[in-house]
């Protein structure tokens, strides 16, 4: 829970960054996904990571992006990361945050000592413009709907 809290802080404090600045980048989501892993000692390992969807305001070329991620990299310090490049699925952006079959594989000691340890993490969480745009979306009691349009001749459906 400690280390959780620690990356999130972190994260926040990034979009007011020198570094965030310089590269003209926000975060807009984070979120969390949590693997768990029953080891052969019977053991829950449980493996955390982070998902960062971050917007530029320009596009970086590919020598200035890699200062980016170098200086992105050092702020964060031990932590691990990868870059997975552009977002091709909408769905790869927040897909669980735990695999329910993992959640089943707990017994309830198990299951109780993972939600102390998440619980109130805020495990997925809209950032600067997104959580403008989505604390609008709130306020007006608004909501963002797929529609499906068919084009016949001129006329949509």
């Known amino acids: 829970h400690g280390r959780l809290r620690w990356l999130h802080d972190h ?17 807009q989501l984070r979120s969390d996904e949590v693997a768990l892993k029953r080891e052969e000692s019977g053991v829950i390992s449980c493996n955390v990571h982070t998902n960062l969807l971050i917007d530029f305001n320009r596009r970086l ?27 091709r699925e909408v769905r790869e952006v927040v ?3 735990t695999k329910p079959g993992e959640v089943l ?5 198990e299951l109780a ?3 102390g340890q998440l619980f109130n993490s805020h495990l ?3 950032m600067g413009a997104f959580k403008v745009y989505h604390q609008r979306l709130e ?7 797929k529609r499906r349009v068919v084009e016949i001749g001129r006329a949509h459906v």
């Open 124 to 126: 997925v969480q809209a």
């Open 95 to 97: 897909k669980y945050v």
């Open 105 to 109: 594989d707990l017994n309830a000691d």
């Open 113 to 115: 000592e993972l939600h």
């Open 61 to 87: 070329g590919g020598t200035v992006y890699g200062e980016f991620l170098k200086a992105f990299h050092s702020f964060f310090g031990e932590v691990i990361l990868k870059d997975d490049g552009k977002i």
């Open 139 to 145: 306020k007006e009691r608004l909501k963002v709907v």
């Open 11 to 27: 994260v926040r404090r990034f979009n007011s960054s020198e570094l965030a600045a310089k590269y003209g980048a926000e975060v």
